[in-house]
């Protein structure tokens, strides 16, 4: 039931010869007071056409215009307001939810085409940060929201795993490093290994050398620096591994940097075949003047390659392995220049499909007011926060619920969850400050909110004693408050189209927690399990807001509780 389309038609029958059907839909406003109707047609448009002014012309149109949906129209200066007939579209669209249940909202977009998602990728030797989690469940969003629209999305963690500040902390770990403490808590080690060198480097210029000369050894091989190296990477990777498996976020692929090694040659040949590298000051480099970005450069004048070259032939691979009908990097926005560059070398190049390659990116998370940067150990410990985020649930439930089973794995889904949803609710461009009082907060417009909405639609239905309905029954409902609850649920299919048209989450969170403000506006006012006649659509309703709010949660990444 698409009720903006069907109002469109009816438009449409009497304006044929004026205007499209599509021009007549992106027409049709929502009044932003339920006085004014559900749809509004403004006819400012017809003015010219008509040769008469628009409130004239909405007195002579709104009169002819009809359709079995319409209860009655309000003709307000130059607008045509609708309002529906309750009962009848209720009806239709809770038939929908209840037949199609999660699947309600799927979309029939992408006709099954590989959506490589280039996200999380943090650096290996140093603690994930706010910033990687950001990229982490904004990507595993965006990767439900492409699989809603029949994509089928790759979910890689492009990990970085190689460069110059491996040789950095090699030296570190020789000189001040221990296996034994590496293996106790590795990345703190680690970080603090790294966060020396560059305190020691700022009055020892030399250390700087000795790094690069590490890192040298490492890119031809040696032994030593190879088995570091690994060792590095494995146990930074293993960590990594608890934040992704609380957040229950799995990867098709973690080829990192490294893995582009021995692919660079290939980007390098092609680039020089092309006659597109020129050297500057024996570094090579591709001119982008006329992209109006600065020159990219490919390889350093020791022929040492880059993040930009590791790119390109990243780039390369996965059109070849996978023939991706879009590429996405959600990479933080501060790289923006970065990707713009990689586009415009592969256009250069000739790669027409270089256009399917976009870069999502994403607001800076800061503290009290201040970039986090690695380098100088101001870190929040991504662990930390979910640990305490899920000690703050589980102390909400035992004042509340503590009767509650399995209290811990749902202290951690909500914990979790708040943490997710806080990093979701928001544009994605939006910058933050962070502060772990406001992500822990449980009232309001947060994952916990909209979770405790949901349990508690769950407990009704239990407590009516259904959990399914038949799609063939009829389900009108004629109140204000089904209405809007109503009027959410049918705009489902076009919010997930919205979503993934702009590549935003956040419109997703926004519904689930419109829907669950209204829901329980509904449940205050509405009572659902007394008797009256329409007893059965009420709890259609609210099994719709359950399914609904479910694949809200879903799609954000974080899980529904069915009690807490
Ligand atoms: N490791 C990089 C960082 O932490 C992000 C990598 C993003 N992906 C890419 N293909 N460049 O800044």
Avoid at 209 to 234: I, S
Wanted: hydrophobic share 40%; glycine share 6%; net charge negative.
């Amino acid at each position: 039931m698409d009720y903006k389309q069907i109002i469109a038609e009816a438009i449409h029958e009497q304006l044929h010869e004026n205007l499209e059907l599509n021009e007549i839909k992106n027409l049709l406003e929502k009044p932003k007071h339920t006085d004014h109707g559900d749809v509004a047609f403004p006819t400012f448009q017809l003015a010219k056409l008509f040769r008469k002014n628009p409130a004239q012309i909405a007195q002579e149109v709104g009169e002819s215009i009809s359709s079995p949906l319409i209860d009655r129209k309000q003709i307000v200066g130059p607008y045509i307001n609708f309002f529906l007939k309750k009962e009848t579209v209720s009806s239709a669209v809770l038939k929908e939810v209840v037949a199609e249940k999660n699947n309600f909202g799927n979309l029939k977009i992408g006709n099954g085409g590989n959506v490589p998602i280039d996200m999380s990728s943090p650096n290996i030797a140093k603690p994930m940060s706010m910033g990687h989690l950001r990229s982490t469940v904004i990507g595993n969003s965006l990767a439900n929201i492409f699989e809603k629209v029949d994509y089928t999305p790759i979910r890689i963690n492009h990990l970085g795993d190689w460069g110059t500040q491996f040789g950095k902390l090699i030296t570190a770990y020789k000189k001040w490093g221990s296996e034994e403490d590496v293996r106790k808590d590795p990345i703190k080690e680690l970080l603090r290994l790294y966060v020396k060198f560059h305190t020691v480097a700022e009055d020892d210029p030399s250390l700087e050398d000795e790094g690069r000369l590490w890192f040298r050894k490492l890119e031809d091989g040696n032994p030593e620096a190879v088995e570091l190296w690994t060792w590095f990477r494995e146990e930074s990777l293993n960590e990594f591994n608890k934040v992704y498996d609380r957040l229950n976020i799995t990867f098709d692929s973690t080829n990192g940097e490294a893995f582009y090694n021995d692919k660079m040659e290939e980007v390098v040949n092609i680039l020089d075949d092309k006659h597109l590298l020129s050297a500057d000051q024996g570094a090579h480099i591709v001119d982008l003047e006329k992209y109006d970005l600065n020159p990219a450069l490919i390889m350093k004048s020791d022929g040492a390659t880059l993040y930009m070259t590791r790119d390109l032939a990243a780039a390369l691979y996965r059109k070849n392995t996978y023939d991706f009908a879009q590429a996405l990097y959600v990479v933080g926005q501060e790289q923006s220049n970065h990707f713009k560059q990689l586009k415009a070398v592969l256009k250069e190049a000739d790669f027409e499909w270089s256009d399917d390659i976009h870069h999502i990116p994403f607001g800076l998370i800061t503290k009290d007011g201040k970039k986090l940067s690695t380098r100088k150990g101001k870190v929040v410990l991504l662990e930390e926060v979910l640990n305490e985020a899920s000690s703050l649930a589980l102390k909400q439930i035992e004042e509340k619920n503590p009767e509650l089973p399995n209290k811990e794995t749902v202290a951690e889904q909500v914990g979790v969850g708040a943490v997710v949803f806080h990093d979701l609710k928001n544009d994605r461009l939006n910058n933050f400050d962070f502060t772990i009082e406001e992500v822990v907060q449980f009232e309001g417009e947060t994952g916990p909110y909209v979770q405790y909405t949901r349990a508690r639609a769950m407990s009704i239905l239990n407590k009516a004693g259904v959990s399914d309905f038949d799609a063939s029954n009829d389900f009108g409902l004629s109140d204000e408050y089904s209405w809007e609850v109503i009027k959410l649920l049918q705009e489902y299919p076009h919010t997930v189209k919205r979503a993934f048209d702009n590549y935003e989450p956040s419109i997703i969170a926004k519904h689930a927690i419109h829907l669950a403000q209204s829901f329980n506006r509904f449940y205050a006012n509405v009572r659902v399990l007394d008797e009256h006649e329409e007893k059965d659509a009420r709890l259609a309703l609210v099994f719709a807001v359950t399914e609904v709010l479910k694949e809200d949660l879903r799609i954000l990444g974080v899980e529904a509780p069915n009690e807490m």
